[in-house]
């Protein structure tokens, strides 16, 4: 089974950058897409972006010109790096790893971080 931890969230002012880091654990070998979410105060949890293992990547269209997600398989982590932050960026962020699993209907499992807080002062 996978575990993922997410490090780097803080707090920053308008403008500033922070890069979030991602570290898998366990079967990793069963690891395929991974991405980040965010959970806004009230809000439903939505889409960051996603990597797949080979470095194809995808983007929300409201961070797309101003994260970046990457991978580095030899070290089981993922990035965010998040540049011209907006207060809209705060958020909890969450690390999201598709775990390869033959037996269930969707022949994945999604597995979940515990989330970093990023806060954007304006």
């Known amino acids: 089974q996978v575990q993922l931890v997410e490090s780097g969230g803080g707090w920053v002012q308008t403008g500033g950058s922070l890069r979030l880091s991602c570290v898998a654990s366990?079967?990793?070998?069963?690891?395929?897409?991974m991405g980040w979410y965010r959970q806004a105060p009230g809000k439903a949890r939505e889409f960051v972006a996603a990597?797949?293992?080979?470095?194809?990547?995808k983007a929300a269209d409201s961070v797309k010109d101003r994260f970046t997600i990457s991978r580095d398989n030899a070290k089981n982590t993922m990035y965010l790096q998040m540049n011209s932050l907006k207060p809209e960026d705060t958020a909890v962020y969450y690390c999201?790893?598709?775990?390869?699993?033959?037996?269930?209907?969707?022949?994945?499992?999604?597995?979940w971080g515990q989330g970093t807080l990023v806060t954007v002062s304006s």
């Open positions: 999201n790893a598709d775990e390869v699993a033959p037996s269930t209907p969707a022949g994945y499992v999604e597995v």
């Open positions: 990597i797949t293992r080979g470095g194809s990547s």
């Open positions: 366990g079967s990793i070998f069963g690891i395929n897409a």
